[in-house]
């Protein structure tokens, strides 16, 4: 079942069949049962509004409070300059609803009707599932043997803590110093293979 908390705003005095018939119409329109509601909440200036508090007592959940400047704080759909010049934040509701983290699934609803605007806001939102576990991201050790079989692959050779290890230069180290570097067309006279031509290389050892 889902874990739904309500945000809820009212006028000063509003009434509490109000405050809960709201309510229950915001449920309906996400298809929820009042048993999913796990929390009322609102700004910390409402929490003894006689209405809210006889809410949250009908549905047997805690109202939660939180500041406005907490409030003023988090990201909504639907702020208001009303609400913002009468309590310090531009959303109860919504932000009340939103401030624990989760999905808003019903926006900022409110009562009355058009020929009597209501006095009371609420917005729905439905926490993340405590049972569902986040997606595990590799720690970076976890990727250094991919990465060794990749470069593996390749032409270089790979070290111990996966790191490609550069390749000697041809003619370095092998044994075939000055030996390649000298070698010549066999029709050039001075081609060094021609056992009755004497030709110094002029790598020294101290250079090889």
Known sequence: MSALVVGVGARRG?????????????LREAGEASEAVVAL?????????????????ALGVPLRTYSARELALVPVPHPSGAARDAVGTPSVA????????????????????????????????RLPDPDVAAPRVPEAAELVPEEAGRRAAGSGTMSSAGVEAPTAPAGRGSGRVGHDRYRQDPQDPQDPQDPHHRHHSPVSEENV
Do not use: H, N
């Open 41 to 57: 909440a609102t700004v910390d200036g409402k929490a003894a509004e006689p209405g809210l508090v006889a809410a949250a007592a």
């Open 14 to 26: 509003a009434p509490f069949d109000e405050v809960l018939g709201l309510v229950r119409r915001a």
């Open 94 to 125: 919504e932000a009340a609803a939103l401030a624990g983290g989760g999905e808003l699934v019903v926006p900022k609803r409110k009562s009355g009707t058009e020929g009597r605007p209501g006095g009371v806001t609420c917005a729905i939102v």
